[in-house]
């Protein structure tokens, strides 16, 4: 079954426009949370962990919330060079460290 | 540190051939992972390793596929035969402990 659920699939913004993704869970006995970025030819790159309900992290224009049921990424007055797919991932109880990733959330900003 | 670290980026075989993925992990890090990704399915894991043991297996889709952790700074995944539905980017990953991981840039292998 799905544990990883992310909205919207695609999104276009314009330069500036600030927007959220959304990253839904049904794994219970979360150990950590991820988001990773990924550039089309490329390998995902970390981004954040998050470990706790109402924890919250920022980098640059991103910023990622947790809650008990899904997870946030803000992303605050985009530029062009944020377009990339944004992927969750989630750390469960039920495996020493692996990862069970979304589909991705594929942003473009336009100029 | 030049990260991780695949090789080939980009495989085009026939069908019914044999495909080897390599990939060297970062050193020091004592997990690796082999993910397999498409537009369909996203980002699947296969198989990874703990100290160079196998841990989890059960992603690898059948007997066709296998993989291998000889020693800390080398893996294999080798598929024999392949086939069309195999043709996907293959992404090896490492991680220190329970940290996140580090992908390398991947292999994208067609089979014709």
């Known amino acids: 079954e799905d544990q990883v659920t992310q909205s919207p699939e695609a999104l276009r913004l314009q330069e500036g426009e600030s927007s959220s993704l959304n990253c839904s869970y049904t794994?219970?006995?979360?150990?950590?949370l991820f988001w990773y970025r990924q550039d089309p030819g490329k390998g995902p790159e970390f981004l954040f962990t998050?470990?706790?309900a109402g924890e919250e992290k920022e980098k640059e224009r991103l910023k990622a919330t947790l809650t008990k049921k899904e997870s946030f990424l803000h992303i605050t007055a985009p530029k062009p060079e944020d377009s990339a797919t944004y992927l969750c991932?989630?750390?469960?109880?039920?495996?020493?460290?692996?990862?069970?990733f979304g589909k991705g959330n594929q942003v473009v900003v336009i100029p | 540190d030049a990260g991780v670290i695949q090789s080939p980026r980009h495989e085009v075989t026939e069908m019914g051939q044999e495909v080897t993925l390599r990939c060297k992990p970062i050193s020091g890090h004592d997990y690796l992972f082999w993910y397999r990704q498409t537009m369909m399915r996203g980002l699947e894991l296969l198989i990874y390793f703990n100290n160079n043991v196998p841990i989890d297996d059960s992603g690898m889709p059948e007997d066709r596929f296998s993989a291998k952790m000889p020693n800390a700074s080398f893996s294999t995944l080798k598929i024999q035969p392949s086939e069309p539905r195999d043709s996907a980017v293959y992404f090896c990953?490492?991680?220190?402990?329970?940290?996140?991981?580090?992908f390398g840039s991947g292999t994208r292998l067609t089979v014709v």
């Open positions: 991932a989630v750390q469960a109880p039920w495996g020493n460290n692996r990862l069970a």
């Open positions: 794994v219970s006995g979360l150990r950590g």
């Open positions: 990953a490492s991680s220190f402990g329970e940290a996140g991981y580090t």
């Open positions: 998050l470990y706790s």
